[in-house]
């Protein structure tokens, strides 16, 4: 994949984000590369509030609406 693909595909900001940061660290492993990945999933899943959730973090919106969800169904 070139990087003039990636500018074709429609992406969120967490792509965006993700995509830059490799592009400046290609010298990375592969191992060091799915871990700097996974840090930056965690940072922006569970510790980075936005905007779409009323400053929540991901991670809270999706298990407060799994709770609402399991209280309807009890």
Known sequence: MTADS???CPSSGLVDNCQA???KRR???VRAARSGIAQYLQFYNAE???Q???QA???EAYFAALSF???QAA
Do not use: N, Y
Request: charge should be negative.
């Open 52 to 54: 779409a959730h009323g």
């Open 69 to 71: 969800a399991q209280m």
């Open 21 to 23: 940061i490799v592009e």
């Open 48 to 50: 980075r509030p936005h």
């Open 57 to 59: 973090t991901p991670d």
């Open 6 to 8: 990636w500018k074709l």
């Open 27 to 29: 010298d990375l492993s």
